[in-house]
C-alpha cells in the first residue's frame, strides 16, 4: 500500500513538473509574440523548444532577442536567424516549419533587414574609414618619394586580420605604439630620401676571376663535389695556388643553405644602391672523376643579398637580381650575362643554384665529412662561373636625386636659402600638395606649416624643421587613412579606391588629374581606368597581396614536409617557390584574359617550368620561366583547386587532411564556409605508420551525429583531393612507417630514407546535398555546375579587398544585380570587377553622411581644427 502511494505521488510530481515547463514555454511563447511582429511570431514558435531561455542553445534566447533593427548588434543576430532559416539549416526538421512558412519568414526578414540596414548606410556609410596597411603604406612613401626599393614595412607592426584579409577597416586600429612606430617608419624613409653628400658616392669596381670567386675552398668526396676550382688540367683545391689564374673556373653543384653560403672573396659593398652585376658562366654536368661537360638544360639561378660572414648563417637572406637561365656551352667564356642587384651597406653577394641538391653533414657521424646523393642519370648538373664584375652603387642620373628634390626642390644638398621661414611656408605646401591624395583644407595646412615655423624659429636648420613638418603628415589621418566615398560630387575618394584596390598605392598622376576633372563617376572613364590599371605593371601588387591573404600563399613555406615520409621534397626552395609563381600567374590570366570563373574549379591550361613539369608529370621543359602549357585531356590539374601551392598549404606537412583541405576549399573558393570547430574537441591525428586509412580514422572522429552533420558539409570534398600528396603530386597510395612495401635509399641531401607503400586511395565520396562522385574530375564537375556560387564567393572578396568593409545585407541584391549582368558571358572575372568598380557599393550611396569619424582615432592627440596627428 505504502509503495503504490509512493507511485502516485511520483506520478504527480512529474504531472506538476510537466505543467511548469509548458506554462512557462507559452508565457515565454506569448512574452515573444509581444515583442515580434504579429507577421512571423507565430511561424517562430517552434524555435522555442532549443532557443528559450532555459535551453538557448548556440547562445540564442528568443525570449530575450528584441526586434529593434535600427541597433546594429542586433540586427546582425536577426541576420544570422535569416541566413539559417533560407539555407534550411534552423530548424532542423523541416516539420517544425513548412516550407511555405519558411519562405514567408525568410520574406518578411529579408525586407525589414534590407531597410534598416540600407538606412545605416544611408545615413553613415558602409563603414568607417580606412588606416592605410603598412604594405600600403611602404607603396605610398616609395611613389611619393621616389624611392622604389624602399624598406620600412618591417618597421611597423603586423596588421590585425579579419575575413582572411589584413586591408579591413574595424580591424586597422591605431594605437600610441603604432602612431611611435609610424612615426619611425617616416622618419626612416625620410631621411633616405635626403642625401648629404655633394655628390654621388664613388662607385666600386669589383673584379674575380679563378678561386677569387669563391672564398670557401673546395669540397669534394671521392667521386663527387658540391663546388670546386678545375682548369684544363684537372681539379684544384690548393688554396695557395694563383688565386687570378684566368684558366680556371669555379664550378658550384648545390643549391644554397646551411652548411655552406658561397660567395666572392672580398667583395663588401661600400654603400646601399643599385649594383650592376656581369659574369661568365655555362651550365655543365660533373660526372664522375670530377669531370666537366655541357650539360643538356639550363641551370637557373639567382643572387642573394647577405652579410659576408666568415661562418655559414646569415641573417635577412634574400634573392636580388631576378632568376637568370645558364645555358650551357661547350667552352669558357661563351656565355656572358648582367643584372642589376639592390644591396646595403656592408654587403655581398651569394650564388643561389636552384633546383639542385643540398648535401648536408653526414648522418652517421662522421665528422667533418659530406654524404653526396648518387649522381642522376647523366651526371649532376651544375655552374662553372670563369669571371664576375661588379659596379656600384650606380648614381642617378642626376644629384642630388629626385627624392632629395621631392623634399626640398631646388635648394640643393645644403639645403640653404636666404629666405628660410618663405622656403619653409613655400616647400611645406608644396610637399603637402604632392603628398596629399585629394585637397587638404587650408586650416589644416596652417597647422603643420605652424610646427615648421615653430622648429625653425626654435633655432633648428631649415631641412629638420621641414622633416619634422613632412613627418607630422605622413602621420596624420590626413595621408594614413582612406575615406568611404560619401557624396557623389567626390571624386578623389573614388580614385583612392581604385588606385589601393587595383595597385596597392596612391594614384598615379593620370588618374589624379581625372579625379580633379570630376570624370571619375563617369562609366566609360572609369571603366577604362579600370582597364589600364590592369594592364599595369602595379596590377602585380594586387595579384601577390590579394592572393597572399585569399589563397594564404603568404603561409607556403610554412610546414616541410616530413623528410621521413618524402625525403624527394627536402630543401626543395626552388619547388616550393615555382608553386607560388603559378597561382599567382594563373589568377593574373584570368583576370587580365577576362576568363569564366569556373576556372577556379578547372581548367584545360596552366603555368610551369622545369620544375613544375617534372612535379607535374607532364613533359620536360627547359628553364625557369612560366609558361602556359595546355594540360592533357585526362589530367587531374587544371584551375586552383588542384594546384600545387594550394594542396600544400592545406596540408600539414606530414600528411593530408580532408577535413582541412575539405574546409579551406568550401570557405575560400566556394564561399561556405563551415562553423568553427567546437572547443574540446582534437583533430585527426595522422596514422603514419600506415595501418589504418583516412576513411577509418574519419569514421573514428565523426561518430556524434553532431559532428557527422556538420563534417558531411566539407570532408567529402577533402576526400575527392586524397590523389594529391603533402605538395600536390599526384598519388594512388599513401605512405607510411612500418605497413606496406618499403622504399629505400638516399636522398638529396644524402640522407638515408625508408618508408613503405602502404593503403591504397580511395578518392569517391558523396557531398552533403547528396550529389556523388567517384574522384577529383567528377567533384570538379559538380563544382562547376554553379559558377554563380564561385562568382558570389569571388564577388565578395573583392568587395572586402576594394572598400574594407565585408559585404553587408543591404548590398546582397546589389550583388546579385552584378551576377545578373555578368552571367550571361559565364560570370567572368574581369567583368566581376568592372561591376563592382561601377556599382554603389564601391562608389557610395546617395547621400550626406560622412564616416571619418573623429571617435575611431581617441588613443591619439588630435589637432583641434583638423584632426590631423601632430
Known sequence: MKLALKRILILLLVLLAALHIANKQIGAGRAMIAALPDQIAPLMQSCLKCHDKDTHKGGLDLTALSFDLTDRSIREQWIRIHDRVEKGEMPPKASDLPVAQREDLVKFLKAKLHAADLAEIVATGRGPMRRLNREEYEQNLRDLLQLPHLDIRDLLPADREAHHFNKVSDTLDMSRVQLM???????????????????????????????????????????????????????????????????????MFRSPGWPYAIFPKKLVTPAAGAYRVRFSARAVLQTEGFVLKPAVQPVPFTFRSRR??????????????????????????????????????????????????????????????????????????????QWMEVEGPLAPETWPPASHRVLFDNLG??????????????????????????????????????????????????????????????????????HEPAREGDHFTVANRLSHFLTNTRPDAALADLARQKKLRDAATLRRETDRLIAGNGFDRFVTHFTDYWLSLRDLRRDDPDIRLYPEYRLDDYLVESMGLETRAFFGAMIRE?????????????????????????????????????????????????????????????????????????????????PPPPPGIPAVEPDIRGAKSMRDLLALHTKSASCAACHAKFDPVGLALENFDVMGRWRTQYRGLETGQRISGIDRSGHDFSYTIANAVDASGQLADGHNFKDIHALKAIFKANPRQLARNLLHQFTLYATGTPVRFADRREIESMLNVCAKDGYRVRDLIHALVQSKIFLGQKGTGDVRQAARLSPLRRSKVTGGLV
Open 308 to 385: 659576408p660572414t666568415n661562418h655559414d648563417i646569415a641573417e635577412d637572406v634574400r634573392s636580388v637580381g631576378g632568376i637568370l637561365d645558364i645555358q650551357p656551352n661547350a667552352q669558357p667564356g661563351v656565355g656572358i650575362y648582367e643584372t642589376i642587384v639592390q644591396l646595403g651597406a656592408g654587403q655581398t653577394i651569394e650564388y643561389g643554384l636552384l633546383g639542385l641538391p643540398v648535401p648536408q653533414p653526414d648522418a652517421r657521424g662522421i665528422t667533418g665529412s659530406y654524404r653526396f646523393p648518387p649522381f642522376p642519370a647523366g651526371g649532376q648538373p651544375g655552374i662553372a662561373f
Open 594 to 674: 577576362n576568363l569564366p570563373v569556373s576556372m577556379l574549379i578547372d581548367a584545360d591550361f596552366t603555368f610551369v617550368n622545369d620544375r613544375l613539369s617534372q612535379h607535374y608529370g607532364l613533359p620536360p621543359m627547359a628553364g625557369s620561366a612560366l609558361r602556359k602549357v595546355t594540360l592533357p585531356k585526362d589530367s587531374p590539374y587544371g584551375g586552383l583547386l588542384t594546384q600545387a601551392s594550394i594542396l600544400k598549404i592545406t596540408s600539414n606537412g606530414v600528411t593530408t587532411s580532408p577535413v582541412l583541405r575539405g574546409a579551406w576549399v568550401m570557405d575560400r573558393l566556394i564561399g561556405q564556409p563551415p
Open 413 to 482: 644638398v645644403e639645403v640653404k636659402s636666404a629666405s628660410p621661414a618663405q622656403d619653409a611656408k613655400r616647400l611645406l605646401r608644396r610637399f603637402i600638395k604632392l603628398a596629399a591624395r585629394e585637397p587638404v583644407p587650408e586650416e589644416a595646412v596652417v597647422k603643420f606649416e605652424a610646427l615648421t615655423l615653430a622648429r625653425l624659429q626654435s633655432g633648428a636648420p631649415l631641412a629638420e624643421a621641414l622633416l619634422a613638418g613632412y613627418k607630422a603628415f605622413l602621420c596624420s589621418d590626413l595621408f594614413l587613412y582612406l
Open 181 to 251: 612606430a609610424y612615426l619611425d617608419a617616416a622618419e626612416a624613409a625620410l631621411q633616405q630620401a635626403m642625401v648629404k653628400n655633394p655628390q654621388p658616392p664613388l662607385a666600386m669596381h669589383y673584379r674575380a676571376v679563378g678561386k677569387q670567386l669563391s672564398f670557401v675552398r673546395a669540397i669534394t668526396g671521392e667521386k663527387q663535389s658540391m663546388f670546386f676550382a678545375r682548369n684544363s688540367v684537372g681539379i684544384d683545391s690548393n688554396e695557395k695556388g694563383d688565386e687570378a689564374d684566368p684558366t680556371v673556373e669555379m664550378a
